[in-house]
């Protein structure tokens, strides 16, 4: 009993740091419950449909159904749920009358049957085409929905053609009611989302470089491992950022102009750059177990490579989160770049250093886990070289 | 035109090669299909809810929206939409009476709708919630419909009642229907999919491994860089694999004992070792990076550290393709461990090796892709010991 009185505290903390984190899932919530409320309403005084309620009652289930956090998944739904219900009701009215040319107890049923079977067959197969299933998905499903519903009812034609037009019509009335509703008041914008989210990703991954230089050096100096929590944990989440992003991207091809967003924006842009990004935080998922290894003594050609590696985190770390900024002002920044070509002369400059014999007295062994931080940094570095020209291309 | 053409043709060999592929899928299609068109004929022929046609149409409705390819979404769905149904219901016929009470014109649809609101607004920000979403959004999404659609209903208070009953005995018609056919017919199991889809990954990571040691030998020895697409493609599902792995497991979660699988099989251990596996490929995913950089003549040191590197990698890819094996015929396996004791010793010889003198007169920097291949190898053998740790777990 304990446990469950502690686990809904524990939810409902959860609940209220999920509002702090991002108001506009309360905002949402009321305006979902708004535009339920308001069609309900018209569904229960019902000036409109005088007498056929049951059509109303689709108005709600759009609203339900259809409403959506963005404004790109919500027209997206909206669009998909249209175009189906005529689509649907369309070859379900023909498919109704066709069969009652026949007008025969057995052939009639039977060939309703048949051609439900086929279209819900086929139309279940389409969705499991990934392209269909990115941005068609609910249309296929509301397709069968229709077809079957409107083929199969038992009414004469006249009945049938009447009752697919007014179905047509409150699933208007909802589904403009939840757009007018999702667009008007505090919408939120997926394409904007996206942008933000790609932008933090980056972001992310220069405040990481820029700790894991500090962290780093004072591990080396003290030969204690350090294990920041806090800066390992906001990494990971750009690790696992792919199925967010390209859900955001379909809702964004959905969306119309809006903001600094024109109607065709390069949302693909975003998703390549992203891919890079990603790329990038795998070679500091790899880094990131160097900083809890092993580490003796230092030095003193440790030292110099330190002095390298800490440069090029820090260089790189500059340059993403200048990219960053540039991503969200929109503009072309140069600073990365010049951040970027420092941090490729330090690896050339490194790279000179192991040439010369310095190093002679040196254990290897030794300097194994430093010459490896080192070679992952300088991938890190033509990573981040990548990303700039791609958020580069974005710009232009 | 041409190009319409071109398109559908390459969506239609896109559509075969995906039955190819995995012909549950088409199996999948033809049952959705049959179930739709048995409930159909139901709602065609009427036998059971003489006259009450609209309320038979919510067993087609709850068909189409049910029936999901693998058990156990179908199941969780049935479970969601059939509680959902009845707490809606009931708390929907509650609002109804005790707002009819007050029988005024105003009052009456106030208080409706302002229940409408209030309901609508918490569950949509009780979806938000990352538990409540993984397992139960459907049903919370379903709540709201059903609540709305009776507490606003225009009938009486018997007819309320009357009509929440009839539609329940509907959804729960057009659910077993989706769940018997979804069982009986070539079923398709959240579960065994997932256990498949672990070890698959697992032995992907051992595949790329295996060949990464032939190519990576090759590039040394004739000094070419080979663009090995295939071997890279596979690995790189892996790398992706988040979320389609967590949304089996809650699917999985839903299903009862099946083959070799118990009702409470230890899922979570599954996502662990996929976590495991997942972190691993992050460190191919570097590694990869080298595949493909300058390498120079070799060098006697180099040949011989390249000696260790292919052991290392070779017993690794070993011991993972054992642990997937081990995974699939649920056994304890300790053939994986010998490879990988095998593999640790190498690293440890490898040490060793760097710590003789032999390699002073080499150049330090020609060494350095190697070194830091190897110095990543010995990451992927300390991963590698993590998920046979894990997957041992797993067996016992």
């Not at 990494?235 to 991207?249: D, P, Q, R, T």
């Not at 790279?351 to 040196?362: G, R």
């Amino acid at each position: 009993w304990e446990k469950l009185v502690f686990k809904i505290v524990e939810t409902a903390r959860n609940a209220r740091s999920l509002g702090k984190e991002d108001p506009r899932r309360v905002i949402h919530s009321v305006k979902v419950g708004f535009a339920i409320a308001l069609v309900s309403l018209i569904y229960y005084f019902d000036p409109i449909y005088d007498g056929l309620r049951v059509s109303a009652m689709w108005a709600v289930m759009t609203v339900v159904v259809v409403f959506e956090f963005s404004v790109g998944s919500t027209l997206g739904k909206c669009v998909n749920r249209g175009i189906a219900t005529v689509v649907g009701g369309g070859l379900g009215v023909a498919a109704h009358r066709l069969a009652s040319c026949f007008g025969n107890d057995i052939v009639e049923p039977t060939m309703l049957a048949a051609s439900v079977f086929l279209f819900a067959a086929t139309v279940t197969f389409v969705r499991f085409i990934p392209q269909m299933k990115a941005r068609f998905d609910y249309g296929l499903q509301i397709f069968i929905l229709t077809f079957s519903l409107i083929s199969v009812s038992g009414y004469l034609n006249d009945e049938v053609l009447d009752m697919a037009l007014t179905r047509l019509s409150t699933v208007m009335l909802g589904a403009s009611a939840s757009l007018a509703i999702c667009i008007l008041i505090f919408p939120v914008w997926a394409g904007e989302d996206l942008h933000n989210l790609v932008a933090d990703n980056i972001e992310k991954l220069g405040n990481y470089l820029e700790g894991f230089g500090d962290e780093y050096c004072k591990t080396l100096e003290d030969g204690n491992v350090k294990d920041n929590k806090a800066l390992l944990e906001k990494y990971k989440s750009v690790v696992n950022s792919k199925g967010i992003e390209e859900s955001l991207v379909n809702f964004a091809k959905w969306e119309p102009r809006h903001g600094k967003f024109r109607y065709r924006h390069p949302w693909g842009q975003y998703q390549k750059i992203g891919g890079l990004t990603r790329e990038c935080s795998y070679r500091l998922d790899t880094l990131n177990g160097y900083l809890k290894s092993e580490i003796n003594a230092p030095s003193e050609i440790r030292e110099k490579i330190q002095e390298f590696c800490q440069s090029m985190s820090f260089e790189s770390s500059h340059a993403l989160k200048n990219l960053a900024l540039s991503i969200r002002k929109m503009t072309i920044s140069h600073v990365a770049d010049s951040h970027i070509v420092i941090a490729k002369t330090t690896a050339d400059n490194l790279k000179n250093l192991l040439k010369t014999n310095s190093w002679q007295q040196t254990d290897l062994v030794e300097i194994i886990p430093v010459v490896t931080v080192a070679s992952l940094l300088i991938e890190v570095v033509s990573c981040t070289a990548k990303i700039a020209e791609c958020v580069h291309e974005l710009a232009s």
